[in-house]
Every structure is written in structure tokens, then in C-alpha cells.
């Protein structure tokens, strides 16, 4: 559950709707996008809202998700999330070329 959990998160932050305010934390922070760990702030704001099921574990954070995953897990989030970064368009990644850059 927490793998899924994990993806639709990093869904979310790429959602058009949700990734320029993405963009505008990191750049803030001075941090970089292309290490899904230097970017965990952000996403915990982006965690999805879900119905809790018996037996489900509340996590308040983006980091505590992530760094429950098994090493597979954590290797196809970080895959998933460097396509996801690939695919923003241009005019975003000239327009935030320093959170880009790192």
C-alpha cells in the first residue's frame, strides 16, 4: 500500500494543476528536482487523502512513506520519478532552470 501510495503522490506533484507550486518551493529552498529525497517537503504536501481501511498506518509524511519501501520499491519510485521529471514541459524547466540544474 505504501509503494502506491508513494506513485500517486509523485502523480499528484506533476499534476498540471499542482506542479508550479512544486517548482516555486524548490526554487525557494534552493533545492534541486532531480533527487526525489531533496524534495520530500513538497511532497508530503502533495500526499493524497484517502479513506483509512482497518489495519492502514496514518503517515503524515512524504519521507516516513518513502523510507518504509522496501530498496525495489524505492528504485522504481526513483525511476518513476526521473520520468516524471523528463516530462515537464520546456517552458517550465527554462522557467525554473536553477531547480533544474541541481
Not at 525557494?28 to 479513506?51: F, K, N, Y
Not at 524505492?74 to 527554462?94: G, I, T
Amino acid at each position: 500500500m505504501s509503494e502506491k501510495k508513494v506513485l500517486q503522490t509523485i502523480d499528484h506533484a506533476f499534476d498540471s494543476r499542482n506542479i508550479e507550486t512544486v517548482l516555486a518551493s524548490l526554487e525557494r529552498r534552493g533545492a534541486g528536482i532531480r533527487q526525489i529525497e531533496s524534495v520530500t517537503s513538497e511532497l508530503t504536501d502533495m500526499l493524497p487523502a484517502a479513506p483509512f481501511r482497518r489495519g492502514d498506518t496514518f503517515d503524515t509524511s512524504f519521507g516516513a512513506l518513502y523510507d518504509g519501501l522496501d530498496e525495489l520499491a524505492k528504485q522504481r519510485a526513483r525511476e518513476y520519478w526521473a520520468l516524471k521529471v523528463e516530462a515537464v514541459p520546456a517552458m517550465q524547466k527554462k522557467k525554473y532552470f536553477k531547480v533544474f540544474g541541481k
